[in-house]
């Protein structure tokens, strides 16, 4: 009885923060992307805030743990924070779990990231942990559960006409991109995936880029080892950063 009675709390507690968060959106001046369908108008970001406070709250212990473990391994901070653009091509900042260490040369510059990667923070992306404080973003407003991936602004100058429209909607904590090959795809086939998402929102490919994220995580698929950046077991290659591969 208990645990029910915990369970409808967090029900309620999700829903007021999705209705909050529905609201709030409906009164911001969107100017880049008008063709709004009833879900993605009104849906989306509703589900996006009541699933992942509820999920904030229902894996409080897990975040908590995960916290302990990686200011014991790696050191503080715990969460690496780091500037993407959003919507519009609004930078914010993105929390997600630090995964290496600050070790520095003798002249105090930082490692390499090959250098710096431990086996603790390749486990944590290999199951994606390390992506878990991304539902913060996404209960503020900064992501959406599914959308692009988020980028580096400094990538902003080498997008082509086309493939800036990748931020006319919020970016995703997974992604059509994601469960096609993530990164190990072209930066081309990338941004190819993302504008298919942008012209195709809708709650059934959601639905289906959720539920096949899912396997890919359950599997470890496509995940890009820091210790063997080049490559994987199968000699795919990693793209290199778009402002190195355009410039």
Same mark, same amino acid.
Request: aromatic share 10%; with cysteine; hydrophobic share 45%.
């Given at each position: 009885?208990?645990?029910? *009675?915990?369970?409808? @709390? ?8 999705? #209705? ?8 911001? +001046? ?9 879900? %993605?108008? &009104? ?25 302990? /473990?990686?200011? @014991? ?7 690496? @924070? ?9 930078? &914010?900042?993105?929390?997600? /779990?630090?995964?290496?260490? !600050?070790?520095? $040369?003798?002249?105090? !510059?930082?490692?390499? $990231? %090959? ?5 603790? =923070? ?8 390390? %992506? ?8 503020? =407003? ?19 006409? %086309? ?8 970016? =995703? ?6 469960? *096609? ?9 990338? &941004?190819?995936? !993302?504008?298919?998402?942008?012209? +195709?929102?809708?709650?059934?490919? !959601? ?9 890919? @995580?359950? +599997? ?10 080049? $490559? $994987? ?10 402002? #190195?591969?355009?410039?």
């Amino acid at each position: 009885m208990v645990l029910i *009675n915990m369970l409808i @709390v967090i029900i309620i507690i999700a829903f007021c923060a999705g #209705i909050v968060a529905m609201i709030i959106d409906l009164f911001k +001046n969107y100017s880049l992307h008008k063709s709004y369908g009833i879900y %993605e108008r &009104f849906i989306k970001r509703f589900l996006g805030a009541f699933f992942s406070t509820g999920a904030l709250i229902v894996f409080l212990p897990i975040f908590l743990v995960i916290a302990l /473990f990686v200011r @014991v391994k790696l050191g503080a901070p715990v969460l690496f @924070v780091q500037k993407r653009v959003g919507k519009e091509n609004k930078v &914010f900042n993105l929390y997600k /779990f630090r995964t290496m260490t !600050d070790e520095v $040369d003798e002249n105090g !510059d930082l490692l390499s $990231d %090959e250098m710096r990667s431990t086996r603790f =923070g390749a486990g944590l992306r290999s199951l994606s942990l390390d %992506e878990l404080p991304e539902i913060i973003n996404i209960i503020k =407003g900064d992501m959406s559960i599914v959308g692009p991936r988020p980028l580096l602004p400094e990538y902003l100058p080498y997008y082509s006409a %086309e493939e800036i429209h990748r931020h006319d909607v919020r970016p =995703g904590l997974t992604g059509l991109a994601q469960i *096609n090959g993530r990164s190990f795809l072209t930066w081309e086939q990338i &941004f190819k995936y !993302d504008l298919d998402y942008v012209n +195709n929102v809708s709650l059934s490919n !959601d639905f289906k880029i959720v539920i096949r994220t899912v396997f890919k @995580v359950i +599997n470890k698929e496509n995940i890009a080892d820091t210790r063997k950046i080049n $490559d $994987d077991d199968s000699n795919r290659k990693v793209h290199k950063p778009l402002n #190195i591969e355009r410039q």
